[in-house]
Protein backbone atom coordinates (compact mmCIF):
# COMPACT_ATOMS: atom_id res chain seq x y z
CA UNK A 1 0.00 0.00 0.00
CA UNK A 2 2.84 2.10 1.18
CA UNK A 3 4.91 1.54 -2.26
CA UNK A 4 1.85 2.81 -4.65
CA UNK A 5 0.93 5.64 -2.48
CA UNK A 6 4.75 6.72 -2.91
CA UNK A 7 4.25 5.10 -6.91
CA UNK A 8 1.07 7.53 -7.35
CA UNK A 9 3.33 11.00 -5.90
CA UNK A 10 6.08 9.59 -7.95
CA UNK A 11 3.96 9.42 -10.75
CA UNK A 12 2.41 13.05 -10.13
CA UNK A 13 5.74 14.18 -9.18
CA UNK A 14 5.99 13.40 -12.95
CA UNK A 15 3.64 15.90 -14.40
CA UNK A 16 4.81 18.79 -13.43
CA UNK A 17 3.27 19.45 -16.51
CA UNK A 18 -0.18 19.03 -14.65
CA UNK A 19 0.99 21.47 -12.08
CA UNK A 20 0.33 19.59 -9.25
CA UNK A 21 1.16 20.49 -5.67
CA UNK A 22 2.19 17.54 -4.18
CA UNK A 23 2.23 17.13 0.13
CA UNK A 24 4.74 15.11 0.65
CA UNK A 25 7.22 13.74 -2.67
CA UNK A 26 9.59 11.17 -0.89
CA UNK A 27 12.72 11.25 -1.93
CA UNK A 28 13.19 14.82 -2.81
CA UNK A 29 16.98 14.17 -4.05
CA UNK A 30 16.32 13.29 -7.01
CA UNK A 31 15.07 16.45 -8.63
CA UNK A 32 16.42 18.99 -5.72
CA UNK A 33 18.86 21.54 -7.06
CA UNK A 34 20.91 22.95 -3.90
CA UNK A 35 21.10 26.27 -3.43
CA UNK A 36 18.47 26.99 -5.67
CA UNK A 37 14.89 27.91 -4.54
CA UNK A 38 11.54 25.48 -5.37
CA UNK A 39 10.10 27.36 -8.63
CA UNK A 40 6.38 26.40 -9.68
CA UNK A 41 7.33 23.77 -11.26
CA UNK A 42 9.75 21.85 -9.03
CA UNK A 43 6.83 22.05 -6.22
CA UNK A 44 6.85 20.65 -2.72
CA UNK A 45 4.05 20.61 -0.70
CA UNK A 46 1.59 23.69 -1.42
CA UNK A 47 2.36 25.04 2.21
CA UNK A 48 6.35 24.97 1.53
CA UNK A 49 5.66 26.20 -2.12
CA UNK A 50 3.53 29.34 -0.69
CA UNK A 51 6.57 30.11 1.87
CA UNK A 52 9.26 29.82 -1.34
CA UNK A 53 11.17 27.71 0.88
CA UNK A 54 14.77 26.90 -0.11
CA UNK A 55 15.54 23.07 -1.04
CA UNK A 56 17.05 23.30 1.86
CA UNK A 57 14.93 23.16 4.02
CA UNK A 58 12.67 21.15 2.32
CA UNK A 59 14.87 18.07 2.83
CA UNK A 60 15.08 18.87 6.13
CA UNK A 61 11.69 18.58 5.87
CA UNK A 62 11.75 15.21 4.48
CA UNK A 63 14.84 13.72 6.83
CA UNK A 64 13.23 14.57 9.79
CA UNK A 65 9.92 12.96 8.51
CA UNK A 66 11.33 10.10 7.46
CA UNK A 67 13.14 9.75 10.71
CA UNK A 68 9.86 10.23 12.55
CA UNK A 69 8.28 7.71 9.97
CA UNK A 70 8.02 5.12 12.38
CA UNK A 71 5.79 7.17 15.31
CA UNK A 72 2.25 8.33 15.04
CA UNK A 73 -0.02 8.82 12.32
CA UNK A 74 0.88 11.03 9.02
CA UNK A 75 -2.30 11.86 8.43
CA UNK A 76 -6.03 12.28 10.20
CA UNK A 77 -8.89 12.63 8.09
CA UNK A 78 -12.06 13.64 10.39
CA UNK A 79 -15.73 13.45 9.17
CA UNK A 80 -17.89 15.67 10.38
CA UNK A 81 -21.55 14.62 10.09
CA UNK A 82 -20.14 10.97 10.20
CA UNK A 83 -23.86 9.85 11.11
CA UNK A 84 -25.43 11.16 7.23
CA UNK A 85 -26.49 10.29 4.24
CA UNK A 86 -23.43 12.15 2.04
CA UNK A 87 -21.20 10.54 4.54
CA UNK A 88 -22.36 7.19 4.42
CA UNK A 89 -22.87 6.83 0.67
CA UNK A 90 -19.72 9.04 -0.29
CA UNK A 91 -17.19 9.74 1.94
CA UNK A 92 -16.66 6.41 3.73
CA UNK A 93 -17.19 4.67 0.30
CA UNK A 94 -14.31 7.20 -1.00
CA UNK A 95 -11.53 6.82 1.45
CA UNK A 96 -12.02 3.18 1.61
CA UNK A 97 -11.90 2.67 -2.67
CA UNK A 98 -8.53 4.94 -1.65
CA UNK A 99 -7.40 2.57 1.44
CA UNK A 100 -8.65 -0.33 -0.60
CA UNK A 101 -6.16 0.62 -4.21
CA UNK A 102 -3.31 1.86 -1.64
CA UNK A 103 -3.62 5.63 -2.46
CA UNK A 104 -4.12 7.18 0.41
CA UNK A 105 -0.07 7.77 2.38
CA UNK A 106 0.88 5.32 4.85
CA UNK A 107 -0.43 5.66 8.65
CA UNK A 108 -3.91 7.47 7.75
CA UNK A 109 -6.75 7.76 10.38
CA UNK A 110 -9.95 8.22 10.18
CA UNK A 111 -12.35 9.70 12.84
CA UNK A 112 -16.43 10.31 12.59
CA UNK A 113 -17.69 12.80 14.48
CA UNK A 114 -21.48 13.53 14.52
CA UNK A 115 -24.16 14.17 17.51
CA UNK A 116 -25.28 10.68 16.67
CA UNK A 117 -23.78 8.28 19.28
CA UNK A 118 -22.60 5.47 17.17
CA UNK A 119 -19.73 2.57 17.17
CA UNK A 120 -17.95 1.82 14.30
CA UNK A 121 -19.50 -1.30 13.94
CA UNK A 122 -22.51 1.28 13.15
CA UNK A 123 -21.01 3.37 11.06
CA UNK A 124 -19.71 0.21 8.82
CA UNK A 125 -23.07 -1.01 9.27
CA UNK A 126 -24.64 1.86 7.14
CA UNK A 127 -21.85 2.36 4.83
CA UNK A 128 -21.58 -0.87 3.65
CA UNK A 129 -24.60 -0.73 1.04
CA UNK A 130 -22.23 1.51 -0.72
CA UNK A 131 -18.51 0.72 -0.82
CA UNK A 132 -19.00 -2.45 -2.86
CA UNK A 133 -16.41 -4.45 -1.55
CA UNK A 134 -15.31 -7.87 -3.59
CA UNK A 135 -17.06 -10.26 -0.71
CA UNK A 136 -14.04 -13.03 -0.53
CA UNK A 137 -10.99 -11.01 -2.09
CA UNK A 138 -11.50 -7.66 0.60
CA UNK A 139 -12.97 -8.99 3.28
CA UNK A 140 -9.28 -8.59 5.25
CA UNK A 141 -8.45 -5.53 3.77
CA UNK A 142 -12.06 -4.13 4.94
CA UNK A 143 -11.45 -5.20 8.62
CA UNK A 144 -8.42 -3.53 8.20
CA UNK A 145 -9.49 -0.57 7.16
CA UNK A 146 -12.27 -0.07 9.96
CA UNK A 147 -9.46 -0.87 12.09
CA UNK A 148 -8.24 2.54 11.49
CA UNK A 149 -11.39 3.87 11.76
CA UNK A 150 -12.67 5.85 15.59
CA UNK A 151 -15.50 7.28 16.19
CA UNK A 152 -16.43 10.74 18.74
CA UNK A 153 -20.09 11.48 19.20
CA UNK A 154 -20.24 15.19 20.22
CA UNK A 155 -22.24 18.35 19.61
CA UNK A 156 -21.54 21.18 16.78
CA UNK A 157 -21.29 24.16 19.33
CA UNK A 158 -20.06 23.15 22.00
CA UNK A 159 -16.02 23.55 22.56
CA UNK A 160 -15.65 21.26 24.89
CA UNK A 161 -17.03 18.08 22.50
CA UNK A 162 -14.22 19.26 19.99
CA UNK A 163 -11.42 19.23 22.75
CA UNK A 164 -12.50 15.67 23.15
CA UNK A 165 -12.51 15.15 19.30
CA UNK A 166 -8.88 17.09 19.33
CA UNK A 167 -7.77 14.56 21.98
CA UNK A 168 -8.62 11.75 19.98
CA UNK A 169 -6.57 12.86 17.08
CA UNK A 170 -3.96 13.67 19.19
CA UNK A 171 -3.98 10.06 20.52
CA UNK A 172 -2.80 9.15 16.60
CA UNK A 173 0.14 11.32 17.46
CA UNK A 174 1.79 14.54 15.71
CA UNK A 175 -0.33 14.07 12.44
CA UNK A 176 -1.80 16.59 8.98
CA UNK A 177 -5.32 16.98 10.34
CA UNK A 178 -8.34 16.64 7.40
CA UNK A 179 -11.45 17.72 8.42
CA UNK A 180 -14.74 16.97 6.16
CA UNK A 181 -17.35 19.04 6.34
CA UNK A 182 -20.52 16.55 5.10
CA UNK A 183 -22.75 18.46 7.16
CA UNK A 184 -25.60 21.15 6.87
CA UNK A 185 -24.38 24.63 6.43
CA UNK A 186 -26.56 25.57 9.34
CA UNK A 187 -23.42 24.21 11.40
CA UNK A 188 -20.51 25.13 9.20
CA UNK A 189 -19.81 28.46 11.31
CA UNK A 190 -19.92 26.82 15.18
CA UNK A 191 -17.80 23.92 13.73
CA UNK A 192 -15.30 25.73 11.69
CA UNK A 193 -14.74 27.90 14.60
CA UNK A 194 -13.87 25.42 17.06
CA UNK A 195 -11.80 23.67 15.28
CA UNK A 196 -10.08 26.83 15.23
CA UNK A 197 -10.31 27.17 18.40
CA UNK A 198 -8.96 23.39 19.98
CA UNK A 199 -8.27 21.05 16.92
CA UNK A 200 -5.45 22.44 14.35
CA UNK A 201 -2.70 20.66 13.87
CA UNK A 202 0.73 21.79 15.44
CA UNK A 203 4.10 22.51 14.25
CA UNK A 204 4.72 22.37 10.82
CA UNK A 205 1.77 19.79 10.38
CA UNK A 206 -0.70 20.98 8.08
CA UNK A 207 -4.88 21.40 8.58
CA UNK A 208 -7.03 21.36 5.58
CA UNK A 209 -10.79 22.08 5.44
CA UNK A 210 -13.00 20.37 2.82
CA UNK A 211 -16.46 22.73 2.29
CA UNK A 212 -19.29 21.13 1.09
CA UNK A 213 -21.75 23.40 -1.45
CA UNK A 214 -24.01 24.98 -0.79
CA UNK A 215 -21.51 27.38 -0.27
CA UNK A 216 -24.53 30.17 1.02
CA UNK A 217 -27.59 30.92 -0.96
CA UNK A 218 -27.28 34.21 -2.44
CA UNK A 219 -24.29 36.56 -3.04
CA UNK A 220 -24.63 38.44 0.34
CA UNK A 221 -24.81 34.91 2.41
CA UNK A 222 -22.19 33.11 0.31
CA UNK A 223 -19.87 36.46 1.03
CA UNK A 224 -20.77 36.16 4.74
CA UNK A 225 -20.10 32.47 4.82
CA UNK A 226 -16.67 33.58 3.24
CA UNK A 227 -15.95 35.72 5.56
CA UNK A 228 -15.99 33.93 7.95
CA UNK A 229 -13.96 30.98 6.60
CA UNK A 230 -11.02 33.66 5.34
CA UNK A 231 -10.60 34.79 8.85
CA UNK A 232 -10.17 31.42 10.59
CA UNK A 233 -8.24 29.72 7.47
CA UNK A 234 -5.32 30.74 5.12
CA UNK A 235 -7.41 30.65 1.27
CA UNK A 236 -4.64 27.47 1.00
CA UNK A 237 -6.21 25.41 3.62
CA UNK A 238 -10.05 25.49 2.30
CA UNK A 239 -10.91 23.03 0.09
CA UNK A 240 -14.14 23.95 -1.73
CA UNK A 241 -15.64 21.02 -3.21
CA UNK A 242 -17.27 21.10 -6.46
CA UNK A 243 -17.24 17.64 -7.60
CA UNK A 244 -18.08 17.68 -11.41
CA UNK A 245 -14.42 19.18 -11.19
CA UNK A 246 -13.48 16.16 -10.09
CA UNK A 247 -15.53 13.99 -13.61
CA UNK A 248 -12.99 12.87 -16.05
CA UNK A 249 -14.45 14.59 -19.07
CA UNK A 250 -14.57 18.21 -17.28
CA UNK A 251 -10.60 17.68 -15.99
CA UNK A 252 -9.87 16.74 -19.52
CA UNK A 253 -11.23 19.95 -21.17
CA UNK A 254 -7.91 21.56 -20.29
CA UNK A 255 -6.06 19.43 -22.54
CA UNK A 256 -8.79 18.73 -25.29
CA UNK A 257 -8.56 22.45 -25.30
CA UNK A 258 -4.84 23.48 -24.62
CA UNK A 259 -3.03 19.67 -25.84
CA UNK A 260 -4.66 19.83 -29.64
CA UNK A 261 -3.70 22.52 -32.19
CA UNK A 262 -6.65 21.97 -34.29
CA UNK A 263 -9.08 23.82 -31.52
CA UNK A 264 -7.48 26.92 -30.52
CA UNK A 265 -7.88 28.47 -33.69
CA UNK A 266 -11.71 27.93 -34.30
CA UNK A 267 -12.44 27.89 -30.57
CA UNK A 268 -14.01 31.50 -30.69
CA UNK A 269 -16.71 33.79 -32.04
CA UNK A 270 -15.75 33.14 -35.91
CA UNK A 271 -16.84 29.94 -35.54
CA UNK A 272 -18.58 28.92 -32.84
CA UNK A 273 -22.70 29.45 -32.86
CA UNK A 274 -23.66 28.67 -29.56
CA UNK A 275 -22.71 25.99 -26.42
CA UNK A 276 -24.79 24.23 -24.90
CA UNK A 277 -24.15 22.30 -21.33
CA UNK A 278 -26.87 20.48 -20.36
CA UNK A 279 -27.15 18.31 -16.87
CA UNK A 280 -30.19 15.96 -17.45
CA UNK A 281 -31.80 13.44 -13.78
CA UNK A 282 -34.32 10.91 -14.95
CA UNK A 283 -35.96 11.36 -11.42
CA UNK A 284 -37.24 14.15 -9.16
CA UNK A 285 -36.86 14.41 -5.64
CA UNK A 286 -36.99 10.91 -4.39
CA UNK A 287 -39.13 12.72 -0.87
CA UNK A 288 -36.13 15.30 -0.79
CA UNK A 289 -38.01 17.74 -1.74
CA UNK A 290 -37.67 19.97 1.58
CA UNK A 291 -34.11 20.49 1.15
CA UNK A 292 -34.46 20.67 -2.56
CA UNK A 293 -37.10 23.50 -2.21
CA UNK A 294 -34.95 25.78 -0.52
CA UNK A 295 -32.47 26.03 -3.58
CA UNK A 296 -34.21 24.55 -6.42
CA UNK A 297 -32.40 23.50 -9.57
CA UNK A 298 -30.34 26.54 -10.29
CA UNK A 299 -28.24 26.74 -6.81
CA UNK A 300 -28.47 23.14 -7.20
CA UNK A 301 -26.71 22.54 -10.28
CA UNK A 302 -26.56 25.41 -12.53
CA UNK A 303 -24.74 28.11 -10.21
CA UNK A 304 -22.12 25.68 -9.65
CA UNK A 305 -21.32 22.72 -12.06
CA UNK A 306 -22.55 24.11 -14.86
CA UNK A 307 -20.93 27.48 -14.25
CA UNK A 308 -17.89 25.51 -13.49
CA UNK A 309 -17.96 23.73 -16.87
CA UNK A 310 -18.50 27.07 -18.71
CA UNK A 311 -15.59 28.60 -17.26
CA UNK A 312 -13.26 25.32 -18.58
CA UNK A 313 -14.56 25.71 -22.24
CA UNK A 314 -14.51 29.83 -22.00
CA UNK A 315 -11.21 30.80 -20.44
CA UNK A 316 -7.53 31.86 -22.27
CA UNK A 317 -5.20 29.64 -21.90
CA UNK A 318 -3.46 29.87 -18.45
CA UNK A 319 0.64 30.77 -18.31
CA UNK A 320 0.81 27.27 -16.74
CA UNK A 321 -1.47 24.37 -15.27
CA UNK A 322 -0.56 25.72 -11.62
CA UNK A 323 -3.52 26.18 -9.98
CA UNK A 324 -3.54 29.76 -9.49
CA UNK A 325 -3.18 30.27 -12.85
CA UNK A 326 -6.05 28.35 -14.31
CA UNK A 327 -8.42 29.84 -11.33
CA UNK A 328 -6.88 33.46 -12.56
CA UNK A 329 -8.60 32.39 -15.92
CA UNK A 330 -11.40 30.74 -14.45
CA UNK A 331 -12.24 34.27 -12.60
CA UNK A 332 -11.55 36.34 -15.49
CA UNK A 333 -14.05 35.12 -17.38
CA UNK A 334 -16.86 34.83 -14.58
CA UNK A 335 -15.98 38.79 -14.59
CA UNK A 336 -16.66 39.56 -18.35
CA UNK A 337 -20.27 37.73 -17.69
CA UNK A 338 -23.02 39.80 -16.91
CA UNK A 339 -26.35 38.05 -15.20
CA UNK A 340 -28.70 37.11 -17.75
CA UNK A 341 -31.57 38.84 -18.86
CA UNK A 342 -35.12 37.73 -17.66
CA UNK A 343 -35.75 37.24 -21.54
CA UNK A 344 -33.24 34.64 -21.89
CA UNK A 345 -34.14 32.28 -19.09
CA UNK A 346 -36.62 29.37 -18.87
CA UNK A 347 -38.17 27.90 -15.49
CA UNK A 348 -40.09 24.71 -15.46
CA UNK A 349 -41.41 22.18 -12.57
CA UNK A 350 -41.98 18.41 -13.32
CA UNK A 351 -45.71 17.25 -12.99
CA UNK A 352 -46.70 13.75 -12.81
CA UNK A 353 -47.10 11.64 -15.42
CA UNK A 354 -50.70 9.94 -15.34
CA UNK A 355 -49.09 6.87 -17.78
CA UNK A 356 -46.27 6.77 -15.82
CA UNK A 357 -45.24 4.17 -12.80
CA UNK A 358 -44.28 4.68 -9.28
CA UNK A 359 -42.60 8.02 -8.93
CA UNK A 360 -43.35 8.91 -12.64
CA UNK A 361 -46.91 9.18 -12.08
CA UNK A 362 -46.08 12.32 -8.86
CA UNK A 363 -45.48 15.79 -9.72
CA UNK A 364 -42.85 18.11 -7.85
CA UNK A 365 -45.70 19.33 -5.64
CA UNK A 366 -47.14 15.65 -4.48
CA UNK A 367 -44.06 15.26 -2.53
CA UNK A 368 -45.42 15.46 0.64
CA UNK A 369 -41.84 17.28 1.79
CA UNK A 370 -42.79 20.18 -0.65
CA UNK A 371 -44.28 23.11 -0.02
CA UNK A 372 -48.19 23.58 -1.13
CA UNK A 373 -47.90 25.75 -4.30
CA UNK A 374 -44.48 26.27 -4.25
CA UNK A 375 -43.14 27.75 -7.30
CA UNK A 376 -39.15 26.50 -7.13
CA UNK A 377 -37.70 25.72 -10.58
CA UNK A 378 -36.85 21.84 -11.12
CA UNK A 379 -35.70 22.51 -14.68
CA UNK A 380 -34.13 26.02 -16.33
CA UNK A 381 -32.92 27.28 -19.35
CA UNK A 382 -30.29 30.28 -19.53
CA UNK A 383 -28.38 31.59 -22.14
CA UNK A 384 -25.23 33.64 -20.96
CA UNK A 385 -22.53 35.83 -22.64
CA UNK A 386 -19.16 36.06 -22.34
CA UNK A 387 -18.50 39.79 -23.01
CA UNK A 388 -15.22 39.45 -24.09
CA UNK A 389 -13.05 39.69 -27.29
CA UNK A 390 -13.69 35.74 -28.21
CA UNK A 391 -16.87 35.06 -26.91
CA UNK A 392 -18.68 38.61 -27.86
CA UNK A 393 -21.99 37.56 -29.12
CA UNK A 394 -21.95 33.72 -28.73
CA UNK A 395 -24.64 31.80 -26.09
CA UNK A 396 -23.52 29.79 -23.72
CA UNK A 397 -26.81 28.25 -22.98
CA UNK A 398 -26.99 26.25 -19.73
CA UNK A 399 -29.79 23.95 -19.04
CA UNK A 400 -30.69 21.40 -16.35
CA UNK A 401 -33.73 19.54 -14.92
CA UNK A 402 -34.80 16.94 -12.54
CA UNK A 403 -37.29 14.54 -13.77
CA UNK A 404 -36.36 14.09 -17.30
CA UNK A 405 -36.22 11.38 -20.34
CA UNK A 406 -32.31 10.46 -19.32
CA UNK A 407 -29.03 11.04 -17.35
CA UNK A 408 -26.92 12.89 -19.39
CA UNK A 409 -24.36 15.64 -18.31
CA UNK A 410 -22.54 16.96 -21.63
CA UNK A 411 -21.29 20.14 -23.59
CA UNK A 412 -22.25 20.55 -27.30
CA UNK A 413 -19.99 22.98 -29.44
CA UNK A 414 -22.17 23.89 -31.96
CA UNK A 415 -20.11 25.82 -35.08
CA UNK A 416 -21.19 28.21 -37.80
CA UNK A 417 -22.82 27.65 -41.09
CA UNK A 418 -20.27 26.85 -43.57
CA UNK A 419 -19.81 30.19 -45.80
CA UNK A 420 -20.71 29.86 -49.44
CA UNK A 421 -22.02 26.40 -49.46
CA UNK A 422 -21.75 24.76 -52.74
CA UNK A 423 -23.81 21.40 -51.63
CA UNK A 424 -27.40 21.44 -52.14
CA UNK A 425 -29.91 23.59 -49.91
CA UNK A 426 -29.89 21.86 -46.59
CA UNK A 427 -27.42 19.16 -47.19
CA UNK A 428 -24.90 20.23 -45.12
CA UNK A 429 -25.60 20.10 -41.40
CA UNK A 430 -23.54 22.14 -38.65
CA UNK A 431 -20.29 20.58 -37.39
CA UNK A 432 -20.26 19.58 -33.48
CA UNK A 433 -18.27 18.85 -30.98
CA UNK A 434 -19.91 17.24 -27.92
CA UNK A 435 -18.06 16.45 -24.95
CA UNK A 436 -20.24 13.89 -22.76
CA UNK A 437 -19.55 13.55 -19.26
CA UNK A 438 -21.65 11.20 -18.02
CA UNK A 439 -23.14 8.60 -18.72
CA UNK A 440 -20.14 6.18 -21.05
CA UNK A 441 -17.61 9.53 -21.19
CA UNK A 442 -17.95 10.04 -24.96
CA UNK A 443 -15.90 12.95 -27.10
CA UNK A 444 -17.56 12.96 -30.96
CA UNK A 445 -17.13 15.29 -33.77
CA UNK A 446 -20.02 15.45 -35.77
CA UNK A 447 -19.36 16.32 -39.30
CA UNK A 448 -19.65 15.73 -42.57
CA UNK A 449 -18.56 13.32 -45.10
CA UNK A 450 -19.59 11.83 -48.65
CA UNK A 451 -21.70 9.22 -48.19
CA UNK A 452 -19.57 5.71 -49.19
CA UNK A 453 -19.58 4.83 -52.23
CA UNK A 454 -21.08 5.29 -55.60
CA UNK A 455 -23.03 8.26 -54.60
CA UNK A 456 -21.75 11.64 -54.41
CA UNK A 457 -23.53 13.45 -51.86
CA UNK A 458 -22.68 13.95 -48.44
CA UNK A 459 -23.85 12.82 -44.64
CA UNK A 460 -23.76 13.51 -41.53
CA UNK A 461 -20.93 11.07 -39.60
CA UNK A 462 -18.62 11.48 -36.74
CA UNK A 463 -15.20 11.60 -35.15
CA UNK A 464 -15.76 9.55 -32.53
CA UNK A 465 -13.97 8.86 -29.39
CA UNK A 466 -15.80 6.76 -26.87
CA UNK A 467 -14.31 6.13 -23.93
CA UNK A 468 -15.86 2.41 -23.30
CA UNK A 469 -14.57 0.96 -26.60
CA UNK A 470 -10.96 3.60 -27.17
CA UNK A 471 -9.77 2.76 -23.31
CA UNK A 472 -11.31 -0.56 -22.17
CA UNK A 473 -10.87 -1.98 -19.03
CA UNK A 474 -9.54 1.08 -18.00
CA UNK A 475 -10.83 2.13 -14.30
CA UNK A 476 -12.26 4.93 -13.95
CA UNK A 477 -11.90 6.95 -10.73
CA UNK A 478 -15.13 8.36 -9.27
CA UNK A 479 -15.19 12.12 -8.38
CA UNK A 480 -15.07 11.83 -5.04
CA UNK A 481 -12.01 9.73 -5.12
CA UNK A 482 -9.70 12.14 -7.02
CA UNK A 483 -11.02 15.00 -5.53
CA UNK A 484 -10.33 13.82 -1.98
CA UNK A 485 -6.56 12.50 -2.93
CA UNK A 486 -6.00 16.01 -4.39
CA UNK A 487 -6.68 17.68 -1.01
CA UNK A 488 -3.93 14.96 0.87
CA UNK A 489 -1.84 16.03 -1.75
CA UNK A 490 -2.86 19.64 -1.56
CA UNK A 491 -3.79 20.30 -5.23
CA UNK A 492 -6.12 23.28 -5.15
CA UNK A 493 -6.48 22.78 -9.48
CA UNK A 494 -9.95 21.02 -9.24
CA UNK A 495 -11.24 23.43 -6.31
CA UNK A 496 -13.38 26.21 -5.92
CA UNK A 497 -11.70 29.84 -5.05
CA UNK A 498 -13.38 32.22 -3.00
CA UNK A 499 -12.98 34.82 -5.45
CA UNK A 500 -14.71 32.41 -8.20
CA UNK A 501 -17.65 32.16 -5.92
CA UNK A 502 -18.46 35.71 -5.67
CA UNK A 503 -18.20 36.26 -9.07
CA UNK A 504 -20.40 32.91 -9.84
CA UNK A 505 -23.73 34.27 -7.31
CA UNK A 506 -23.17 37.79 -8.68
CA UNK A 507 -24.04 36.82 -11.73
CA UNK A 508 -27.19 34.31 -10.97
CA UNK A 509 -28.14 36.61 -7.60
CA UNK A 510 -30.55 39.49 -9.37
CA UNK A 511 -32.22 36.33 -11.33
CA UNK A 512 -32.59 34.37 -7.97
CA UNK A 513 -33.72 37.37 -6.53
CA UNK A 514 -36.00 38.34 -8.66
CA UNK A 515 -37.42 34.48 -8.33
CA UNK A 516 -38.02 34.93 -4.56
CA UNK A 517 -39.70 38.15 -5.10
CA UNK A 518 -42.03 37.95 -8.04
CA UNK A 519 -42.86 34.01 -8.00
CA UNK A 520 -42.99 33.74 -11.50
CA UNK A 521 -45.01 30.43 -11.80
CA UNK A 522 -42.53 28.19 -13.65
CA UNK A 523 -43.86 26.29 -16.84
CA UNK A 524 -45.50 22.56 -16.26
CA UNK A 525 -43.59 19.72 -17.99
CA UNK A 526 -44.00 16.34 -17.64
CA UNK A 527 -42.14 13.44 -15.69
CA UNK A 528 -39.76 11.91 -18.02
CA UNK A 529 -40.06 14.08 -20.67
CA UNK A 530 -37.34 16.49 -22.40
CA UNK A 531 -38.72 19.50 -20.00
CA UNK A 532 -40.51 22.56 -21.49
CA UNK A 533 -40.92 23.32 -25.40
CA UNK A 534 -40.44 26.69 -24.26
CA UNK A 535 -36.49 25.71 -23.55
CA UNK A 536 -35.96 24.11 -27.32
CA UNK A 537 -37.40 27.66 -28.52
CA UNK A 538 -35.27 29.46 -26.33
CA UNK A 539 -32.03 27.57 -27.67
CA UNK A 540 -33.42 28.26 -31.32
CA UNK A 541 -33.24 31.39 -30.60
CA UNK A 542 -30.20 31.73 -28.95
CA UNK A 543 -28.73 30.17 -32.74
CA UNK A 544 -28.69 26.22 -31.52
CA UNK A 545 -29.79 24.31 -34.54
CA UNK A 546 -31.13 20.68 -34.06
CA UNK A 547 -32.17 19.05 -37.19
CA UNK A 548 -32.94 15.40 -35.69
CA UNK A 549 -31.17 14.49 -38.69
CA UNK A 550 -27.84 12.50 -37.43
CA UNK A 551 -27.72 9.14 -36.43
CA UNK A 552 -25.32 7.42 -34.99
CA UNK A 553 -24.27 3.91 -35.65
CA UNK A 554 -22.47 2.33 -32.48
CA UNK A 555 -19.07 1.73 -33.80
CA UNK A 556 -19.13 -1.81 -32.39
CA UNK A 557 -21.42 -2.65 -35.41
CA UNK A 558 -20.02 -2.29 -38.67
CA UNK A 559 -22.16 -0.54 -41.61
CA UNK A 560 -19.69 -1.89 -44.38
CA UNK A 561 -20.38 -5.99 -45.23
CA UNK A 562 -17.34 -7.98 -45.31
CA UNK A 563 -16.99 -9.13 -48.89
CA UNK A 564 -16.48 -12.50 -49.52
CA UNK A 565 -13.29 -12.72 -51.84
N1 LIG B 1 -19.21 7.96 -29.25
C1 LIG B 1 -20.44 7.80 -28.94
O1 LIG B 1 -20.75 7.16 -27.99
C2 LIG B 1 -21.39 8.45 -29.78
C3 LIG B 1 -22.66 8.44 -29.40
N2 LIG B 1 -23.57 9.06 -30.10
C4 LIG B 1 -24.94 8.96 -29.61
O2 LIG B 1 -25.80 9.10 -30.68
C5 LIG B 1 -26.98 9.78 -30.25
C6 LIG B 1 -27.24 10.97 -31.08
O3 LIG B 1 -26.16 11.87 -30.94
P1 LIG B 1 -26.28 13.41 -31.17
O4 LIG B 1 -25.51 14.25 -31.49
O5 LIG B 1 -25.55 13.97 -30.31
O6 LIG B 1 -27.57 13.55 -32.02
P2 LIG B 1 -28.64 14.61 -32.34
O7 LIG B 1 -28.00 15.79 -32.94
O8 LIG B 1 -29.66 13.91 -33.11
O9 LIG B 1 -29.27 15.03 -30.99
C7 LIG B 1 -28.65 15.94 -30.20
C8 LIG B 1 -29.47 16.24 -29.01
O10 LIG B 1 -30.42 17.19 -29.35
C9 LIG B 1 -31.45 17.19 -28.42
N3 LIG B 1 -32.77 17.37 -29.03
C10 LIG B 1 -33.71 16.47 -29.32
N4 LIG B 1 -34.82 17.09 -29.80
C11 LIG B 1 -34.53 18.39 -29.81
C12 LIG B 1 -35.25 19.53 -30.21
N5 LIG B 1 -36.47 19.47 -30.69
N6 LIG B 1 -34.63 20.72 -30.09
C13 LIG B 1 -33.40 20.82 -29.61
N7 LIG B 1 -32.69 19.76 -29.21
C14 LIG B 1 -33.24 18.57 -29.32
C15 LIG B 1 -31.37 15.91 -27.72
O11 LIG B 1 -30.87 16.15 -26.44
P3 LIG B 1 -31.75 16.74 -25.33
O12 LIG B 1 -32.99 15.96 -25.20
O13 LIG B 1 -30.83 16.63 -24.18
O14 LIG B 1 -32.08 18.13 -25.65
C16 LIG B 1 -30.29 15.15 -28.47
O15 LIG B 1 -29.54 14.33 -27.64
C17 LIG B 1 -26.77 10.16 -28.82
O16 LIG B 1 -27.41 9.21 -28.02
C18 LIG B 1 -25.30 10.09 -28.67
O17 LIG B 1 -24.95 9.83 -27.36
C19 LIG B 1 -23.22 9.76 -31.17
C20 LIG B 1 -21.94 9.79 -31.62
C21 LIG B 1 -20.91 9.10 -30.97
O1 LIG C 1 -24.66 18.29 -6.70
C1 LIG C 1 -25.58 17.62 -7.12
O2 LIG C 1 -25.31 16.68 -8.06
C2 LIG C 1 -26.15 15.56 -8.19
C3 LIG C 1 -25.78 14.89 -9.50
O3 LIG C 1 -24.46 14.43 -9.44
P1 LIG C 1 -23.99 13.28 -10.44
O4 LIG C 1 -22.53 13.15 -10.17
O5 LIG C 1 -24.77 12.06 -10.10
O6 LIG C 1 -24.28 13.76 -11.81
C4 LIG C 1 -27.62 15.95 -8.16
O7 LIG C 1 -28.42 14.79 -8.14
C5 LIG C 1 -27.88 16.76 -6.88
O8 LIG C 1 -29.22 17.23 -6.92
C6 LIG C 1 -26.96 17.93 -6.81
O9 LIG C 1 -27.09 18.54 -5.54
Known amino acids: MFKKYNELVEAKRGQVHLGLQLGRRPPYEQVSYPGQTISQTEM ?85 PYMKVAKEDEAGKLKEFFKLNDYVAGSYDQTQDFVKLNKAIEAKGSSNRLFYMALPPSVFEPVTLNIKAVCMSKGDKWTR ?23 LFKEEELYRIDHYLGKE ?17 IW ?9 ISFKEPFGTQGRGGYFDEFGILRD ?19 STHAEDIRNEKVKVLKSIPPPDL ?24 DPTVPKGSVTPTFATVALFVKNERWDGVPFILRCGKALNERKAEVRVQFKDVAGDIFPKGEVKRNELVIRVQPSEAIYMKMMAKTPGMSISCEESELDLTYGSRYRGVNMPDAYERLILD ?38 YVYGSRGPMESDEL ?3 NDFRYTGSYKWRSNSISPFPTKQI
Not at 249 to 265: C, T
Request: proline residues 5%.
Open 301 to 319: VMQNHLLQILTLVAMEKPP
Open 487 to 524: VFMGSQIHFVRSDELFEAWRIFTPLLHYIEEHKPKPID
Open 343 to 366: KNVVLGQYIGDPKGSGEAQLGYLD
Open 209 to 231: IVVEKPFGKDLESSNRLSSHLSA
Open 249 to 265: MVQNLMVLRFGNRIFSP
Open 44 to 128: ASSDLYMKNVSVEEVLAKIRDEVEHEGHGASHVFVILGASGDLAKKKIYPTLWWLFRDGLLPPKTYFIGYARTKLTIEDVQKNCL
Open 268 to 276: NRDNIASIV
Open 539 to 541: MIK
